[in-house]
């Protein structure tokens, strides 16, 4: 419903609006996300933790996390997004070594603009060459375009053709449905491939899927998976809510307003970008208004009234009728003495 009214009113705009080059950000800070990360992991779980963050197609927040002390340590991570036979792959690429971080991301950000299969094995083969660094899959099945399970098998085939054998670990994604991951589970024994969590992260809960291990450092949990083909999976509880309610609170967590945030990430609109009509740098949708449209707060007020906890009742109540633990077959769910890591995204997703 939002979708068509800002269509319509794209039509009278003096700005051309490009729907699929605007993207929106998560409403947490990187430092915010990050503390969400380790709070869950050393104050629900009682363990430490090791929190490797990514962000779409940059490595702008692991760089800001390293230059504070206390998350020094933190992995250069990123979600790549890969252009590939008509449609997207995304990659998790974890821990790039600090001295070439940076061009690393210049060489994957001139593959994402200007695609080429061969120059494809080449950076993934250049990825696979450090050993510190891991490389999952992220949800094999799942499209920017929403068709989830229905993705083209000959473009998800071909790719893993190619590119399988620099891939270290496929992805159980948290914000994933049952059905999808116990498919990726299936498709990860068919390529030979361990299974990692991802969160997936777009709001403010922290991820229902993490990673135990016994291993004190991220590198040797790229070992782990690497060379000894070892992972353990934990679902965390958030994991067993219905898809639909999940995603409901994810959209509330976007669209709602925090005034205690810093500058810039306060409101809704200073979270949603679009590239500048003249050409300049991506503004805030807030940067080309005084408040936002009243047509647009009303349908977001309607929206709201999920929050109502009545309303949320009725939604546990609808949703959960009939429904069956919500945890993939291929995935153990205990929890052992070990430390955990979280793969994290905190993403910068396209509006589509």
């Not at 490009?18 to 990050?34: E, H, I």
């Not at 009243?294 to 349908?299: C, G, K, N, P």
Request: glycine share 4%; with cysteine; net charge negative.
């Amino acid at each position: 419903m939002l979708h068509a009214a800002l269509e319509k009113q794209c039509l009278r705009s003096r700005i051309p609006v490009d729907f699929s080059r605007a993207y929106w950000t998560p409403p947490l800070t990187p430092k915010l996300a990050y503390e969400t990360e380790r709070n869950q992991i050393e104050n629900t779980l009682g363990l430490k933790s090791l929190v490797s963050l990514t962000d779409h197609d940059n490595i702008e927040a692991p760089l800001w996390l390293r230059a504070v002390r206390e998350t020094a340590r933190t992995p250069i991570s990123l979600e790549w997004s890969v252009p590939f036979a008509g449609t997207i792959f995304h990659l998790g690429v974890h821990n790039l070594p600090s001295g070439q971080a940076q061009s690393i991301m210049d060489d994957l950000a001139a593959y994402t603009r200007n695609p080429d299969d061969r120059r494809l094995c080449e950076l993934l083969a250049r990825l696979d060459a450090f050993q510190d660094v891991l490389v999952v899959f992220n949800h094999p099945l799942w499209t920017q375009t929403c068709v989830g399970v229905q993705r083209d098998g000959q473009a998800l085939e071909r790719f893993l053709s190619c590119a399988v054998q620099f891939l270290h670990a496929f992805e159980i994604n948290a914000t994933r449905s049952t059905k999808e991951n116990n498919r990726v589970g299936k498709l990860a024994e068919q390529w030979q491939r361990p299974l990692v969590s991802g969160g997936d992260r777009h709001g403010c809960a922290a991820s229902g899927a993490l990673n135990l291990t016994c291993a004190e450092t991220f590198c040797e949990f790229v070992s782990e998976i690497r060379q000894e083909q070892r992972s353990h999976v934990l679902l965390m509880p958030q994991y067993t809510e219905p898809v639909t309610i999940r995603t409901t609170r994810t959209l509330l967590d976007v669209i709602r307003n925090y005034p205690e945030y810093p500058i810039g990430s306060r409101r809704w609109d200073d979270r949603i970008f679009h590239p500048d009509a003249n050409g300049g740098p991506d503004r805030p949708i807030s940067s080309l208004w005084k408040a936002p449209p009243a047509y647009v707060e009303q349908i977001l007020s309607g929206v709201r009234l999920l929050e109502n906890a009545t309303v949320q009742r009725a939604m546990q109540r609808v949703f959960r009728r009939g429904a069956v633990p919500d945890f993939p077959r291929e995935i153990a769910a205990e929890v052992i003495p070990a430390e955990v890591v979280s793969t994290e995204a905190v993403s910068s997703e396209a509006l589509t």
